[in-house]
């Protein structure tokens, strides 16, 4: 059974950069036609997907968000169990809650409980 645990900084100034991390358990990213994915949910809205990493390593971003994010795996060890996701030039609007989810064969599917960001002085 997979887990995702995100975790980073609570708030994070205007124009600063955000730093998350997902932590896989059960499962390595590498895994065959697994893809790891951000997905933010701002206060009062809906889900919003930011963009995914493949078992390959491929990525693909939201057009919009493409600009000032980037999405990559830790390749330091055969386990590569984390995914990270870096946004540069916060804005207040980037507040939400960000997830990490993984979608696999057959429809699996599994989420992360979700990490609260705050853009804020």
């Known amino acids: 059974q997979v887990q995702l645990q995100e975790s980073g900084p609570g708030l994070v100034k205007p124009s600063q950069t955000l730093s998350l991390t997902c932590t896989v358990s059960?499962?390595?990213?590498?895994?065959?036609?697994?893809?790891w994915s951000w997905i933010r949910q701002p206060p009062g809205k809906g889900l919003e997907w930011i963009g995914y990493i493949t078992y390959s390593g491929s990525t693909y971003y939201r057009p919009s968000l493409k600009s000032r994010t980037s999405i990559s795996a830790d390749s330091r060890d055969n386990t590569r169990r984390t995914v990270f996701l870096q946004m540069n030039n916060l804005k207040p609007d980037d507040t939400a809650v960000y997830f990490c989810y993984a979608l696999g064969p057959y429809g699996r599917q599994y989420w992360g409980k979700g990490t609260a960001v705050t853009v804020s002085h």
């Open positions: 059960g499962g390595s990213i590498t895994t065959n036609y697994y893809y």
